[in-house]
């Protein structure tokens, strides 16, 4: 895998201006991208991608030497869903995209192996694999995961205990597939994760992305879509609940590069605790290359208590004035009083009341996902969420 660097006085977002000035980059596709960690200046802060992170806390991650070893998996064995070790030369290894910071270049230049998780078949099945027992030394990890043409799958890949963790997630969808990725965050109240997230979605594929984050200290989930054939379709979904002290960011991106591609991206969340802060940063591009593009995104936070912050950022590049539709939305409140007042009127308790709000605004993502036994999970997850547990 080569560099996609551009020339030094080009790198991090800046170009050169007629004058000799410099200015951003303005286009999200034109941002820099390298493999190689080294290309990558290291992280104050500043830059565009950082400045609404935690980079203190994960400093290790950014510039540190990391493991790249195997990472130990739990998971039972389907039929269509085959694992397996890859060497880093071979060739579905970028496929789906390249770095564009320097924590996922240094998981790209810090892994032994990757892991492959290839899917076949027509038939509906469905896979859990989780990481486990990654212990709190830094790391660094790679995966693959690539469904065949005319597949059918669900895959949730997840992750619970310790962990000091930065990876890249490349996931390939064949022409006329339809996948499911559940990308779950469980990890224990100090574990820091930042996972780079890349899809490439085939002719008349169907890719829907769910990130769900619950546990960890720091959990930084960012997917970035590439719709590059005709006909492309992606549904991405995230819900989060961030308590006091915890960071949960995602910054999503969505590339339409295809003729009558279609993308609808929805991420909600709910924050309370003192300390409790969630950023979500939405870029979409409809290139000129895509006419006929039909695009909507939105963000929705819901403020639990006092002394929580939520960041929402949606952001729309359009080329080409051949479109279906395209929008965006974004909104942070409070508990509606009204709502809470109808149940409680009723002889419904205010914390029973709360809790009953807070599961209505988040089942929209929950019951998206098409696992009864997983939404069962993730309800109950929120439900101690809510208790404090």
Same mark, same amino acid.
């Given at each position: 895998?080569?560099?996609?660097?551009?020339?030094?006085? #080009?790198?991090?977002?800046?170009?050169?201006?007629? @004058?000799?000035?410099?200015?951003?980059?303005?286009?999200?596709?034109?941002?820099?991208? &390298?493999v190689h960690v080294e290309d990558f200046a290291p992280v104050t802060g500043r830059e565009h991608e950082w400045k609404l992170s935690p980079v203190a806390a994960f400093a290790d991650l950014t510039a540190g030497e990391l493991d790249g070893g195997r990472l130990e998996l739990r998971t039972d064995a389907v039929d269509g869903v085959e694992?397996?070790?890859?060497?880093?030369?071979?060739?579905?290894?970028?496929?789906?995209?390249?770095?564009?910071?320097? *924590?996922?270049a240094n998981?790209?230049?810090?892994?032994?192996?990757?892991?492959?998780?290839? $899917?076949?078949? @027509?038939?509906?099945? $469905?896979? $859990?694999?989780?990481?486990?027992?990654?212990?709190?030394?830094?790391?660094?990890?790679?995966?693959?995961?690539?469904?065949?043409?005319?597949?059918?799958?669900l895959i949730v890949f997840g992750g619970e205990g310790d962990a000091r963790l930065t990876e890249n997630v490349e996931i390939i969808?064949? #022409?006329?597939?339809?996948?499911?990725?559940?990308?779950?965050? #469980?990890?224990?109240?100090?574990?820091?994760?930042?996972?780079?997230?890349?899809?490439r979605i085939g002719r008349d594929?169907?890719?829907?992305?769910?990130?769900?984050?619950?546990?960890?200290?720091?959990?930084? $989930?960012?997917? &970035?879509?590439?719709?590059? #054939?005709?006909? *492309?379709?992606?549904? *991405?979904?995230?819900? +989060?609940?961030?308590d006091a002290g915890q960071h949960l960011e995602q910054q999503v991106f969505v590339h339409h590069d295809a003729p009558h591609t279609r993308s609808r991206v929805t991420y909600k969340g709910a924050l309370q605790g003192?300390?409790?802060?969630?950023?979500?940063?939405?870029d979409v591009l409809i290139a000129q290359s895509a006419p006929g593009t039909d695009s909507y995104e939105q963000n929705r936070n819901l403020v639990l208590t006092d002394g929580t912050r939520a960041d929402s950022v949606p952001n729309l590049e359009i080329?080409?004035? @051949?479109?279906?539709?395209?929008?965006?939305?974004?909104?942070?409140?409070?508990?509606?009083?009204?709502?809470?007042? +109808?149940?409680?009127?009723?002889?419904i308790t205010e914390a029973e009341a709360r809790r009953l709000v807070v599961r209505g605004f988040l089942t929209e993502i929950v019951q998206k996902i098409g696992s009864p036994e997983l939404e069962a999970r993730l309800t109950a997850a929120v439900e101690a969420e809510l208790e404090g547990r």
């Open positions: 895998m080569t560099s996609t660097a551009l020339p030094t006085a #080009e790198q991090h977002g800046l170009v050169a201006h007629s @004058d000799g000035a410099f200015v951003p980059v303005q286009t999200r596709s034109e941002r820099f991208r &390298s694992l397996s070790w890859i060497a880093r030369d071979d060739e579905r290894i970028g496929r789906a995209g390249v770095p564009e910071e320097r *924590a996922s998981a790209w230049s810090s892994f032994d192996e990757a892991l492959l998780i290839r $899917v076949t078949g @027509d038939d509906e099945k $469905v896979a $859990v694999i989780t990481r486990t027992a990654l212990g709190t030394a830094p790391r660094g990890a790679h995966t693959v995961i690539e469904i065949t043409p005319n597949s059918r799958a969808v064949g #022409e006329g597939a339809s996948l499911t990725v559940v990308s779950l965050q #469980e990890w224990n109240d100090d574990a820091v994760h930042l996972s780079s997230q890349f899809a594929a169907f890719l829907k992305h769910i990130v769900v984050s619950l546990g960890g200290k720091v959990v930084r $989930v960012n997917p &970035s879509t590439h719709l590059a #054939e005709q006909g *492309a379709d992606i549904e *991405a979904l995230g819900l +989060y609940f961030a003192a300390g409790a802060r969630s950023v979500w940063i939405g080329e080409t004035g @051949d479109i279906a539709g395209a929008g965006h939305a974004s909104a942070t409140g409070r508990f509606d009083d009204e709502q809470l007042f +109808y149940l409680m009127a009723r002889g």
